[in-house]
């Protein structure tokens, strides 16, 4: 199911909403999309844009993407753990639907490309699948943001240590497709952390059916059904101010001088329908923090710990905490569980342990399991200073150096004092006394 076909599901079923009053893309469309979260929105009405409608807030919540994937939300992690482990390569079409049309040159200018905020340094391309190739390690899919600052050409940050970084470092100059309007076995694919060379189209093919084509200008095979492509090469050399742009930490990420997307190429469906991301906002924290679940899941249960659930939270701004829910066997497991938790998603800074009773979606049950059940002289690790992530704001200044500090709020197995375990009340069915 392509993008465009899960929006009419949606409309069907009434999910989504459409927007007939015209909206600006320059701060308007971002500011009614946050204002409506999570409700999927669709824009209708595109002052300058007529031949294109803006889609989003589609996957701002977890069951969101389980609806995508015909599943329940605790068959999340369990369906892309398995997809990343049994990969399978996409099929190739020759007829792909996102080179319906080839734009007549190349103006950036035509597109709907969003203003999300007054302080952004431009209008910002920050829903796009970006596809590169290195000749030794194949093929790769990440998320990389772009700022327009001309016609054909955007400055797009490029984080160091990443696999797109190692392969521009290499070579110089990388072709790229940044491809806008995907589902969510792409989108949860190309986020994902795995070793360089896995081919992350793979692991979407293996979370659903997913078709790819060749890029029209290079050697890449792309998303098919994606809405539209811009092909061209990202180039070391040639350097432009980045910048700035709200963070997942709802911060504003410095001004940089990075590396130049130059376009080439672009293409699009017939009545193409551009994907909105806002930047710091639900559906951003969603996309870019579930995918470290499986990870995090993976290297718990791997360090013999039964993990039962992972959350990596949108308090935490999906990235910076995860919330992680064992059946306790031994005493240390909740402290083993938190050396896993930081060795599944190294940008984590903060590890929660709960039990088996605690649920890790309800902010409230976790709080009451650290007021009952932890202990900081017993139960606080502290990891000490190590390289977290680039979008903390509160790591030392011009590194990613910072504190890394594990929780355990699992009870004892061993109850020497007061029960731990929470009182059950009595049930009853309300429409039963007020009818």
């Known amino acids: 199911m392509y993008f465009r076909e899960y929006l009419n599901k949606l409309e069907k079923s009434g999910k989504i909403t459409r927007i007939k009053k015209e909206i600006n893309i320059d701060i308007e469309a971002a500011a009614v999309l946050k204002a409506a979260e999570p409700t999927p929105l669709l824009f209708e009405n595109v002052k300058g844009f007529s031949e294109f409608l803006v889609a989003g807030n589609v996957f701002c919540t977890k069951e969101s993407i389980a609806d995508y994937f015909e599943i329940s939300t605790a ?47 431009g209008r910002y391309i920050s829903s796009a699948v970006v596809v590169t190739k290195d000749p030794e390690f194949g093929q790769n899919l990440d998320f990389h943001r772009a700022m327009q600052f001309a016609k054909n050409r955007m400055s797009t940050r490029i984080i160091k240590g990443r696999d797109f970084y190692k392969f521009l470092e290499r070579s110089g100059e990388v072709e790229a497709a940044y491809c806008v309007g995907n589902t969510p076995n792409i989108l949860v694919a190309a986020a994902t952390s795995v070793k360089t060379g896995i081919n992350e189209l793979e692991i979407a093919n293996a979370l659903s059916k ?3 084509t060749k890029a029209k200008t290079l050697d890449l095979l792309i998303p098919a059904g994606c809405e539209v492509v811009l092909e061209g090469k990202v ?46 906002a639900l559906e951003h924290k969603v996309l870019m923090g579930m995918p470290r679940e499986p990870t995090i899941f993976k290297s718990v249960n791997e360090a ?48 929660f342990i ?35 992530s680039s979008l903390d704001p509160s790591a030392e200044p011009g590194t990613k150096i910072t504190n890394k500090i594990g929780f355990d709020f699992t009870a004892p197995l061993v ?16 429409k039963d006394y007020l009818e």
């Open 235 to 280: 180039i070391m050399a040639d350097r432009s101010t980045e910048g700035p742009f709200i963070d997942l930490t709802e911060t504003y990420d410095i001004e940089r001088d990075e590396p130049v997307f130059e376009v080439k190429t672009i293409s699009h469906r017939k009545n193409p329908i551009w994907q909105a991301l806002v930047p710091g």
């Open 304 to 351: 013999g710990i039964k993990c039962l659930d992972v959350n990596v939270n949108p308090g935490g701004s999906s990235w910076l905490h995860a919330i992680v829910r064992i059946d306790k066997q031994n005493e240390e497991d909740g402290k083993k569980a938190i050396h896993a938790a930081f060795a599944g998603h190294r940008s984590c800074k903060h590890v």
């Open 415 to 430: 109850t020497k004092g007061k029960s731990f375990a929470r009182a059950e009340f009595p049930k009853v069915n309300l």
């Open 210 to 212: 997913t078709e790819v």
């Open 354 to 388: 709960v039990d088996k009773d605690i649920d890790i979606y309800n902010p409230l049950e976790v709080e009451w399991s650290m007021a009952t059940r932890f202990q900081a002289e017993r139960d606080l690790v502290d990891i000490g200073k190590e390289p977290g």
């Open 75 to 121: 068959l999340l992690i369990p369906k892309l753990t398995e997809a990343i482990d049994n990969r399978s390569p996409p099929e190739e079409i020759s007829d792909a639907p996102c080179q319906e049309v080839i734009m007549d040159g190349v103006d950036l200018d035509k597109l709907p490309i969003l203003k999300h905020n007054e302080r952004d340094g």
